[in-house]
């Protein structure tokens, strides 16, 4: 690549073996290091330092396992919290550093049949935390309160906080609305702070979701892949 006339290249700043069973992906973190896991559910957190002018220093900051299967990872790179999910693996959020659990997700409730829905996160996003639930407004025409793949009202009455608030205790959240996407083409918002169910859900397309993210100029946009 070339900037201002000067051609630019990558230089290479180590190397490291993780050892990871079936590895999956990993994602840089800023102020942390590259977080990498495995579909089982083993977890590294990779330091680097670059002490050393001709290359870089890259260790094992910590390791540790979690339940998988994992499909999907992100963080918020501002709070210590990383979010995993998988398939029949709903949506978690753990501490970075630890990976003690901190919140869970609940399943959306059983279809029209009273049959289970199935569960595949494939892809997961914090949204800015300026982003609130009344901006959904204008949305909610696209989906009723969280049904069979998000078509129809639930019947009974509505979860309990309680739901949400039993893995959370004292913890500050940051950014509490996160959007998954899932092997079964849908797009589901969650606001962890009152619910540990999704409060909008959506069929997108004919195809799996395969990148959820948010848009950066608009806090109530997000971009869809499949």
């Given at each position: 690549?070339k900037?201002?006339?000067?051609?630019?290249?990558?230089?290479?700043?180590g190397?490291?073996?993780?050892?990871?069973?079936?590895?999956?992906?990993?994602m840089?973190i800023?102020?942390?290091?590259v977080?990498?896991?495995?579909?089982v559910?083993?977890?590294?957190?990779?330091?680097?330092?670059l002490?050393?002018?001709?290359?870089?220093?890259?260790?094992?900051?910590n390791?540790?396992?979690?339940?998988?299967?994992?499909?999907a990872?992100?963080?918020t790179?501002v709070?210590?919290t990383v979010?995993?999910g998988?398939?029949e693996?709903?949506?978690?959020?753990y501490?970075?550093?630890?990976?003690?659990?901190?919140?869970?997700?609940?399943?959306?409730?059983?279809?029209?049949?009273?049959?289970r829905?199935p569960i595949?996160i494939?892809?997961?996003?914090?949204l800015?935390?300026?982003?609130?639930?009344?901006?959904l407004?204008?949305?909610?025409?696209?989906?009723?309160?969280?049904?069979?793949?998000?078509h129809?009202?639930r019947?009974?009455?509505?979860?309990?906080?309680?739901?949400?608030?039993?893995?959370?205790?004292?913890?500050?959240?940051?950014?509490?609305?996160?959007?998954t996407?899932?092997?079964?083409?849908?797009?589901?918002?969650?606001d962890?702070?009152?619910?540990?169910?999704?409060?909008?859900?959506?069929?997108?397309d004919n195809?799996r979701?395969t990148?959820?993210?948010?848009?950066?100029?608009?806090?109530?946009?997000?971009y869809?892949?499949?």
């Amino acid at each position: 690549a070339k900037e201002d006339g000067e051609e630019r290249t990558l230089d290479h700043i180590g190397t490291l073996e993780t050892d990871i069973e079936d590895p999956m992906g990993c994602m840089w973190i800023p102020q942390v290091g590259v977080l990498c896991y495995g579909s089982v559910g083993e977890v590294r957190l990779v330091g680097i330092s670059l002490d050393n002018e001709e290359d870089g220093d890259v260790f094992v900051k910590n390791q540790y396992s979690i339940p998988g299967p994992l499909s999907a990872c992100s963080s918020t790179c501002v709070d210590n919290t990383v979010a995993f999910g998988g398939k029949e693996n709903d949506l978690k959020l753990y501490d970075l550093e630890s990976g003690k659990e901190r919140w869970k997700a609940r399943n959306v409730p059983h279809d029209n049949l009273n049959l289970r829905q199935p569960i595949w996160i494939t892809s997961i996003c914090f949204l800015n935390a300026a982003y609130s639930l009344e901006s959904l407004a204008s949305m909610s025409s696209m989906s009723s309160d969280v049904g069979a793949n998000g078509h129809g009202k639930r019947k009974g009455k509505n979860p309990s906080r309680k739901d949400a608030a039993e893995a959370v205790d004292t913890y500050s959240w940051n950014n509490a609305h996160i959007v998954t996407g899932t092997g079964y083409k849908q797009v589901r918002l969650y606001d962890i702070k009152t619910n540990a169910r999704p409060v909008l859900s959506m069929d997108i397309d004919n195809f799996r979701i395969t990148h959820v993210s948010p848009a950066v100029s608009n806090d109530h946009h997000i971009y869809v892949g499949d």
